[in-house]
Nanobody, 120 residues
Framework: QVQLVESGGGLVQPGGSLRLSCAAAGFPFSSYDMNWYRQPPGKERVLVASISSSGGNTNYAGSVKGRFTISRDNRKNMVYLQMNSLKPEDTAVYYC?????????????WGQGTQVTVSS
């Protein structure tokens, strides 16, 4: 069973930093790209950052490029999102995601989410 568990969210002042973590289990972690999404209050869930299975390639949404860094540790089955220079508009529930193949198809797995609130 695929499991993703996020942690590290909280309340931070504008300009501050947070590091989100996602612990993965139940699938061959090092074989899959991993993603971080976020869902602001009242808005749709959007992709924030992606990292390839080896960690060698990363992609970011324009709104976070230069401020956020996605990384992974394939020995620990962990993926991280370092968030710097946080802005109020970064306030959202952040979700870890993997799209994996099983039973002849593709499936999305999500964690429970972790709340990030940027406010003074």
């Amino acid at each position: 069973q695929v499991q993703l568990v996020e942690s590290g969210g909280g309340l931070v002042q504008p300009g501050g930093s947070l590091r989100l973590s996602c612990a993965a289990a139940g699938f061959p972690f090092s074989s899959y790209d991993m993603n971080w999404y976020r869902q602001p209050p009242g808005k749709e869930r959007v992709l924030v950052a992606s990292i390839s299975s080896s960690g060698g390639n990363t992609n970011y949404a324009g709104s976070v490029k230069g401020r956020f860094t996605i990384s992974r540790d394939n020995r620990k089955n962990m993926v991280y999102l370092q968030m710097n220079s946080l802005k109020p508009e970064d306030t959202a529930v952040y979700y870890c995601n993997v799209r994996y193949s099983a039973y002849g198809g593709l499936h999305d797995a999500w964690g429970q989410g972790t709340q990030v609130t940027v406010s003074s």
